[in-house]
């Protein structure tokens, strides 16, 4: 529709372009004919031979100086500018298919009546107008007519002063009629190389629109087919996030059925020791040293399971987010650790309006941990420094736990949040190597960072945040 709209619009601009080419092609005649009449009435008109082209004009019979012979006895006649005019319409008829009339309401010669269309122009010239234009079909063809008003000047009063004529008055109009059919031949071919040219841009738009679907056609189905697929891989993790829950779950109930059955004999061991404890002295011999022995490692065996427990429980229960004051979650935990060891010099500085977003139980957990290291890594300083607070990190708030116990090597620092790993120098205190473990799956269950700092007999500071 587009292509169809501005091959119209491109027709009719090309017919207006023809039609105002031919208006110019007349106003250029027009302005050649009233030069040659201004040139041959400035010299009171020519004369030339007689010939059958060129009689006499009986027009000018009046003027006594009409004809003239010439000593060798040659016949000429007067051409004023109204019979040049004449002469020069016929040849330009005869050449170029122009045509061209003077004429007038008043006309001297029947010839120069006016036919209607040049009536209708000389009435609107006596009303002011400059100018009449337009297109008509006439005898031979169609033809752009345009006409001016011809007026009165000193020189046409010779001829055309008994007619009653004052200059400046009009006394008729100069009529140029260019023949259409060249002009419109042009324009039409014109409007067939834009139209060929329009249509090709069509036929182009409309390669590329197919070509342009059947990309998107294939990239749509490749969409559905790619949803599709995600709807069943969704599908297929959803069915294997069930069975994983059922695998925590057994998992868990693996975990208390294990525990529970490997306390039962560490009972009934620690029973039997206990009982050894009574009996009398002469038949005890080394048993107290074998008792200690025992009782040693079935204490160390259930610490041993209960961190195991912890560490494998530390994610499989659902978050339940809350604000948490963690100033005084650490001022807990501080007393009960100086009311286990009330007599050990120890010094607890606790940053003020500490709080967190996050699970209250996971996190009393990581602090558990956390200062519960702290206070044993730092037993042997003649007194203990243990630092709870907050410090910007990258833009972000992280909470630390820093001590001045006996520190580790910088270069082992990887291997400290893995589970049942211990560095060289903690191997003389007891515990199982979970700890650590334990916080590090809290705080990455929180969607947070941990991170440690420390050297080697300088103590170690260990920092997380849970957002």
Known sequence: MVIALLLVINYHHERSQAVETARTQARS????????RHWNAAYGA???PVSPQIPPNPYLAEVPERDLFTTCGKHLTLVNPAYMSRLVFDLAARSYGDKGHITSLKPLRPENRPDPWETRALIAFTRGSLEESSVVDMADGRFLRLMKPLKTEAECLRCHGKQGYRVGEVRGGLSVAVPMTPLMAIAMQNCLVNAASFVLLWALGVMGIAIGARSLTRTIHERDQAERRLIELNRDLSLRGRELETVNRELDAF?????????????AVSGYCQLLRYIPAQHRSDADQYIDAILASVEKMDELITAL????RATANELVLAEVDLTALADGIAAGLMAREPLRPAVFTIAEGMSARADAVLLQVVMQNLMGNAWKYSGHCAETRI???????????FFFVRDNGIGFDSGHAERIFEAFQRLPNAQQFEGAGIGLATVNRIVQRHGGRIGCEGEVGKGATIYFTLQ
């Open 255 to 267: 975990c208390s059925t294990v525990s529970h059955d490997l306390r039962t004999p560490l009972t």
């Open 309 to 312: 427990l912890k560490f494998a």
């Open 46 to 48: 020519v004369y030339v």
């Open 29 to 36: 005649q027009y302005q050649r004919d009233l030069t040659y």
């Open 387 to 397: 630092e709870v607070g907050v410090q910007c990190r990258d833009g972000r708030d």
